[in-house]
């Protein structure tokens, strides 16, 4: 039976542990590509480059396995891949695992659910991985089976048309994870800040600080999910239209 294709990046770099993790686990699966970004790109949402070039650098290659950086976005690694190395789409891509939840509007942001995306854009199976602890020592030892359930679970029944999976699991702790629940996206949002501070030079600069807060208590969401030790699938299209508002707005006189 031939193995699938996988594709794998993130944006926590080339040389995060969850990146390590997620390719041990893909390599049990089917042959795997790696290009992933030469440093942190996290917030980047679904930047690509385009005034500067871009530029790969193989790592490693082995009957199997490839392994690529590249000095650009998320978005850009799953794009350069198809079209510089694989020449063609993979059966699957998958993101992560980053480091930090990506449940909630954290999905609008992050590039590592941009990724999967960009996967989804292009018509191939894809997931974002993503664990509830934003150290760079996270535990991820809780996460095999898991990755692994639903990973097999894409392959053998593939996804619905233009749909991608934003996946979050709970960080270790001391009671087991419950389940998997498919669910929807937190209504909840970033009361942010920015701190002002000074430089050597005695010039103002500022860092982006922000509290987390979500007055949306549903039991159906992935914030309840990760709050109740249950991994939270949220299934994810690309199309931004507010439907449920068309037949509103065309009812606005919209005449000159």
């Not at 930047?47 to 650098?57: D, E, F, N, Y």
């Not at 309840?224 to 699938?233: E, T």
Request: proline share 5%.
């Amino acid at each position: 039976m031939k193995k699938p294709k996988i594709l794998i990046t993130n944006d926590d770099s080339i040389h995060a542990p969850g990146i390590r993790k997620l390719i041990s686990i893909m390599r049990q699966i089917g042959d795997v590509i790696v290009m992933a970004p030469d440093s942190p790109q996290s917030g980047m949402g679904h930047a690509i480059t385009v005034a500067t070039p871009l530029r790969i650098k193989q790592i490693a290659k082995e009957i199997g396995y490839e392994e690529y950086s590249c000095n650009g976005t998320p978005v850009d690694c799953v794009k350069i891949a198809e079209k510089a190395v694989l020449h063609g789409k993979p059966d699957l891509i998958v993101s992560g695992i980053n480091h930090g939840s990506n449940a909630s509007v954290n999905v609008i942001y992050s590039g590592t659910i941009a990724a999967a995306i960009e996967g989804c854009i292009e018509g191939v199976n894809s997931i974002g991985f993503s664990l509830d602890d934003y150290s760079w020592d996270a535990d991820f030892s809780h996460v095999d089976e898991y990755i692994k359930k639903i990973t097999l679970e894409v392959l053998d029944k593939g996804l619905p048309k233009d749909t991608c999976l934003n996946v979050n699991i709970p960080a270790l702790n001391k009671s087991p994870i419950k389940g998997i629940m498919v669910c929807r996206q937190a209504k909840a949002c970033w009361d942010e800040a920015f701190e002002a501070r000074k430089d050597p030079h005695d010039r103002d600069y500022y860092w982006l600080t922000g509290v987390f807060h979500s007055d949306d208590l549903a039991e159906d969401t992935d914030q309840w999910a990760l709050k109740n030790n249950f991994i939270a699938i949220v299934p994810l299209h690309f199309d931004l239209t507010a439907h449920h508002n068309l037949k509103t707005l065309s009812e606005y006189d919209w005449k000159i």
